[in-house]
């Protein structure tokens, strides 16, 4: 399977702590993209990174890509309850041809 | 307006019944798609449709069957569904198909009695 593998797969987090999430993927991509998901809702765009870059910004979250290891990170710094979700990464594989490959995802709780 | 609306919210069917699940954007993109979310699990691709064509179709039964009117309008239809389609269906819609950022409905809770 050429789908994305996020890490840990469960994370429980003080507010106010960072959380970090990693994803590692098995072939050559064009970009990686990090959704979150509230439970039983829509998925929301967080950031996408192209294979050539290596780090980003957006608000208080950075994503890393390291191309040499197949993987990504991502950081959210100080969080909230409301960061409480489920995180995917999810790659658009070279040659894929207008696919998004979805990891099996991440949840992330956020202790008040 | 950076919004895809999906119609209904929750949808119960029977075995036998015809119906149909509505999806619409209005922010140009020439890009739907249509995926299926089981719980606790990632949503898995359905169909794409590019330019109002579709492009992918990842061997989804006959039973759903995608239809895209125009660029704004996205439908899937329903038949003789089994209980194991029960499951949350996602529209979602980028500038093009590839290698863009995907804006998601918040989905229709389908389930098959």
């Known amino acids: 399977s050429q789908q994305g593998e996020e890490d840990p797969q469960a994370l429980s987090i003080q507010e106010g702590e960072n959380a970090t999430m990693n994803c590692s993927y098995k072939?050559?991509?064009?970009?990686l993209q990090w959704y979150r998901q509230n439970s039983g809702r829509g998925l929301v765009h967080l950031i996408l990174?192209?294979?050539?870059?290596r780090e980003k910004h957006s608000g208080r979250l950075r994503v890393t890509l390291d191309t040499s290891k197949k993987s990504s990170s991502l950081l959210i710094t100080a969080s909230r309850a409301a960061d409480t979700a489920s995180y995917f990464c999810a790659t658009d594989y070279a040659g894929a041809n207008s696919k998004l490959t979805f990891g099996k995802g991440i949840t992330l709780s956020v202790r008040p | 307006d950076t919004e895809v609306t999906q119609t209904p919210k929750h949808l119960v069917m029977g075995m036998t019944n015809k119906k149909s699940l509505k999806c619409e954007q209005h922010m140009g993109h020439r890009a739907m798609y249509w995926y299926k979310q089981k719980a606790k699990k990632p949503p898995e691709l359905m169909f794409v449709?590019?330019?109002?064509?579709?492009?992918i179709n990842e061997s989804v039964p006959s039973r759903f069957s995608p239809e895209c009117p125009n660029s704004s309008l996205l439908n899937l239809h329903l038949h003789a569904l089994q209980p194991e389609d029960s499951a949350l269906y996602l529209c979602?819609?980028?500038?093009?198909?590839?290698?863009?950022?995907?804006?998601f409905g918040p989905g229709t809770r389908l389930t098959v009695t």
């Open positions: 990174i192209r294979s050539n870059e």
């Open positions: 072939t050559s991509i064009n970009n």
């Open positions: 449709y590019s330019y109002e064509k579709l492009s």
């Open positions: 979602a819609s980028s500038r093009l198909a590839g290698t863009y950022e995907q804006y």
